[in-house]
């Protein structure tokens, strides 16, 4: 069996609310993805929804982050999915790189 590497999804944070591509990465059935935001906080909580189209409900995480001076962070999820395709519709807030490029 072919086995893909894991995914390492960054967003870039100047396009963190704008995307209209769509990508398509195919992974191993089972595989990790990491998803790391960088997020400019502006004196105020932020909640940052990790659901994407590729989830199903069964699969769907959403985390609560939340900062109370101006800063930067990096914010980690790991999603484990079933599926050996991930598909990204661009149905979300976030804009996807991988391995530090734009796909």
């Known amino acids: 069996d072919v086995k893909f590497p894991d995914i390492d999804i960054i967003v870039s944070p100047s396009e963190l609310l704008l995307s209209n591509k769509t990508h398509t990465y195919e992974v191993a059935e089972g595989a990790d993805i990491s998803i790391t935001c960088q997020l400019t906080y502006s004196g105020r909580e932020r909640y940052l929804n990790w659901t994407h189209p590729m989830l199903d409900n069964e699969h769907v995480q959403t985390s609560h ?3 109370n001076n ?3 962070d990096l914010v980690s ?3 484990q999915i079933k599926k050996a395709l991930f598909r990204d ?3 979300h807030s976030c ?3 991988k391995d ?3 796909q």
């Open 89 to 91: 519709s661009g149905e």
């Open 70 to 72: 101006d800063t930067t």
């Open 100 to 102: 530090g490029g734009i």
């Open 95 to 97: 804009y996807f790189w």
């Open 77 to 79: 999820r790991t999603l």
């Open 65 to 67: 982050y939340e900062k």
